[in-house]
């Protein structure tokens, strides 16, 4: 426009056409890069979008604001107000049937000359044209033009009104306004109302009214600065915003009397604000001299109608380019997107503002995120790969053996690492299966104590040990090695599952068991440190010769068969410098015990490729009472510090435990087994630790996320015996209505004058009598709805007529009722009756069964739909 910054305007009807306004009319094409639309003279948008220009209209001088005509035909129709205060019809030549002919070129007079600063078309009844103008003490200022009318001026038009125009027809001039409105008043800025085309928003000189064309005489105003750049939401038609100088105020009609919302104050005026129209609630503002745009995001802001607070917003801003904005406008149809020009040179940039990804983990695992109004799943191409990655997941492992019920089985421990999947939790586990196993035998002393401390604390309290020299068995040397024995050493022996129960101290079953497992290493080794060097080559051979078996050990077993205990020998020699390069860490220890002096066993010892358990076992073998306690120690803070679930050996289930377990967690996120390792802590002071407090109840409320409510239940059930301060306290019962006190109570604890518990049919009884009446005050107890008997059975053995620690069998042949005879009420209306008796009429019906009672009692439960996961 003359001598001010451009603007744009997108075709109503062409979606990808629009027109730049500065000094002259210019419609571009937008179109993709190399397409057949763009010609080679475009101008580049984007990586992927140019503009073509189709036609320009230099025929229209002295521009102040533009509009273009909302229906299809004329499809290229424009008005444009000047300077002088007159609306001209142009057209940019795409158009050429007769209707608009005759209406390009046609101009609409105001009676007294002074600037034009808004136009608006009614988006309904298109022949009306409203027009803001400057102020004029004799004059209105919202003119509202016909531009079917046929009416021209009387008498010829004053030189000073038309000095600015062009000569034209008389035909085509329009003097005769079809409403007047806004008498000695300016107005800067309009739009007409969506939810009414009858009623027209201005921003008059110091408020915004409403004027409605059906009574021309009356307004609805509010007194405000903020009358600039009013623009209706089009997805919510009682929401305008307005501008004045670097503040945006956000209206709402239905409660005109303030604005709701007010913007962040910007340190420059703002020049244009506009709503998106592909996104609800997206307003973006535009300041002067800047290349930002400014986004305010009231998605989600409900409409505070009395609510005097004011709603939260998110704010933004992006930067479509380097150079200054002249103007912006949204695209009609395209998400988020909108074109930008500069404020100098016409450079055009199209531009996409992206959404923020909001993303979310279903409970299976499942990704899911949301931009604009899409919503998207990750799914890899790739089944296979698909099953790789979940396998890495900790919550999909633990999501699986929940469903294996891993943990559960509390008789037969060990079952448990059959689930576990993962070669450290079998460790774990089996280690629980020997502490199950020990606690049976009769040792002096708290043997439950002794066996869940760990190994560490084990070999601290070593007394009696015994030194004794044992030859090779197997071999012609005689040379004796130095071993130790105690009573300690053995049952630790056997918490790392050398040697089995008892008193017996051979590893021959142990031989067997990994002979079975085809460990043929590592039982050739465990032999090996028997001193038992015949068994051990008899092993490798069998070993070699097995199916799928390593030839390699027979050459092993050669050179085993060659030990020599001379210092100075070529085999001792070869051995310490070949044996790295062995690649199973089992023959390389046999060979570095070989070749080590009694008592310096570094190179078996510090092997970390080898299990907890053989280099433990190992060490109370041939380590003496000084440097057993160092070396354990040592190996503890090792496997505290990395975590390793083998390290439970030696710190057991106390508060090292806790501290190993920790770092567990944090390195796998496993709660699923910390939770149940944890409970076989002991002493319970153990379970009273916060972070195993955390762990259970993040465990607990994993499996309410996977709809695993009886699991979840089993699980609370095993906590509450193994820490029965767990147990929650009754939360609800049933009171009567005229004493208030609690029936189930009065059952349980107080036997009304007397009379034996069997008399309310509390007892194991086979005829399970019903208590029909208040313990009490022998009131009767509310009636079923549905059969009218009175309500009340007891469901399971009384509390308080036993020990604490009895325990309560809640199988269903020793239940007192079943489930359909217990209590059960809506918490909205009180109505109830029989469980058996609500769940069958609910099935039908959807109201409560008392009479002239509307309650939609079933529906008001918002978990009643869900259906358990692992109800199978």
């Given amino acids: 426009m003359s001598g001010s910054k451009p603007d744009i305007l997108w075709s109503p009807h062409h979606p990808d056409r629009y027109v730049i306004c500065d000094s002259e009319l210019g419609l571009y094409r937008i179109g993709p890069v190399g397409s057949a639309e763009t010609k080679a003279g475009t101008l580049p948008l984007s990586e992927e979008t140019a503009a073509t220009l189709l036609a320009i209209n230099s025929d229209t001088p002295y521009m102040k604001c533009v509009a273009w005509y909302p229906k299809h035909e004329p499809e290229c129709l424009l008005a444009v107000g000047q300077a002088n205060g007159r609306v001209v019809l142009t057209s940019l030549g795409q158009s050429h049937n007769s209707a608009c002919k005759e209406l390009v070129g046609k101009e609409f007079v105001p009676k007294h000359a002074r600037q034009c600063n ?38 010829s038009v004053a030189a000073e009104k038309i000095r600015l125009s062009v000569d034209l027809d008389s035909s085509t001039v329009v003097t005769k306004p079809l409403y007047e409105l806004g008498q000695n008043d300016a107005c800067l800025s309009l739009c007409w109302l969506l939810r009414d085309p009858k009623l027209l928003l201005a921003g008059m000189h110091r408020n915004l009214a409403i004027f409605d064309l059906r009574n021309t005489s009356q307004k609805t105003f509010v007194n405000t600065k903020a009358i600039q750049g009013v623009t209706v939401d089009p997805h919510f038609h009682d929401r305008v915003a307005s501008f004045f100088e670097g503040q945006v105020a956000i209206w709402d009609l239905r409660k005109f009397e303030k604005p709701v919302l007010t913007l962040t104050e910007q340190p420059k005026p703002l020049t244009k604000v506009a709503w998106c129209p592909t996104r609800t609630g997206l307003l973006a503002t535009l300041t002067r001299d800047s290349n930002i745009i400014r986004l305010y995001d009231m998605q989600h802001t409900p409409t505070p109608i009395g609510d005097e607070t004011e709603p939260t917003i998110i704010e933004r801003s992006v930067q479509p380019c380097e150079s200054q904005i002249g103007s912006f406008a949204w695209h009609p149809s395209s998400q988020n997107r909108m074109v930008v020009v500069s404020a100098t040179n016409r450079v055009m940039t199209d531009f996409t503002v992206f959404e923020r990804i909001s993303l979310a983990w279903s409970s299976t695992t499942s990704l899911m995120w949301a931009c604009g109004r899409h919503l998207y799943e990750c799914v890899e191409d790739s089944a296979e790969e698909v099953e790789r990655m979940i396998e890495k997941d900790i919550a999909t492992k633990m999501r699986e053996r929940a469903q294996s019920r891993y943990g559960h089985d509390t008789v037969q421990v060990w079952r448990n690492h059959l689930l576990a999947g993962g070669k450290d939790l079998q460790l774990k586990l089996s280690h629980m299966k020997q502490c199950a196993e020990d606690m049976e035998l009769k040792l002096q002393g708290n043997v439950q104590s002794v066996v869940y401390s760990g190994i560490k604390n084990i070999v601290k309290t070593t ?110 020699e070869m051995c310490s410098s070949l044996r790295l390069q062995l690649k199973n860490p089992y023959l390389c220890i046999m060979f570095a015990f070989l070749t080590s002096e009694p008592g310096a066993y570094d190179g078996v010892l510090y092997e970390s490729s080898v299990a907890v358990r053989d280099r433990v076992a190992f060490a109370c073998m041939f380590l003496n009472d000084a440097q057993l306690p160092r070396y354990i120690d040592k190996l503890t803070h090792e496997m505290k510090e990395a975590g390793n679930l083998e390290g439970i050996l030696l710190t057991g289930l106390t508060k090292d435990g806790v501290d190993l377990m920790e770092s567990y967690v944090d390195r796998t996120g496993d709660v699923q087994t910390a939770s149940f390792c944890m409970l076989k802590g002991f002493p319970g002071e153990v379970l009273k630790d916060p972070r195993v407090q955390c762990w259970i109840e993040n465990y607990r409320n994993l499996l309410d996320a996977w709809r695993f409510w009886h699991k979840r239940a089993e699980f609370d059930i095993h906590r509450g015996k193994m820490d029965p301060s767990s147990k929650p306290l009754a939360q609800v019962f049933v009171s009567c209505n005229f004493c208030g006190k609690s029936i189930s109570y009065s059952c349980s604890a107080m036997p009304h004058q007397g009379r034996s518990f069997t008399q309310y049919g509390v007892s194991g009884s086979p005829t399970k009598s019903k208590v029909t009446s208040c313990p009490g005050c022998r009131k009767p107890l509310p009636r079923c709805a549905l059969c009218l008997m009175n309500m009340g059975t007891p469901v399971s053995n009384c509390q308080g007529t036993g020990k604490s620690d009895e325990k309560v069998d809640l199988t269903r042949e020793n239940k007192l009722a079943q489930f359909n005879n217990w209590f059960t009420w809506c918490h909205n209306c009180r109505h109830g009756g029989h469980a058996g008796h609500m769940l069958s009429w609910f099935r039908d019906h959807t109201e409560c069964p008392v009479s002239a009672c509307t309650c939609k009692c079933m529906q008001l439960d918002t978990t009643g739909n869900l259906v358990p996961s692992d109800s199978s």
């Fill in 118 to 155: 808004t136009l608006a078309w009614n988006p309904v009844d298109s022949n009306l044209l409203a027009a803001g103008l400057d102020k004029h003490r004799a004059d209105f200022s919202v003119l509202i033009w016909d531009i079917s009318s046929k009416l021209s001026p009387e008498t």
């Fill in 463 to 572: 007394s009696g040990t015994t030194e004794s020299r044992r030859c090779w068995s197997g071999s012609d040397r005689q040379t004796d090695v130095p071993r130790y024995h105690s009573e300690e050493r053995c049952l630790a022996l056997r918490l790392c599952g050398w040697v089995s129960r008892g008193t017996d101290t051979d590893v021959e079953t142990f031989l067997r068991s990994l002979e079975q497992d085809h460990e043929w290493e590592r039982a050739a080794a465990v032999a090996l440190f028997n001193l038992d060097i015949r068994r051990a080559i008899q092993i490798l051979n069998k070993g070699a010769t097995a199916e799928k078996g390593d030839l390699n050990l027979n050459v092993v077993a050669m050179a085993l068969s060659g030990y020599t205990d001379e210092k100075s020998s070529l085999w001792r």
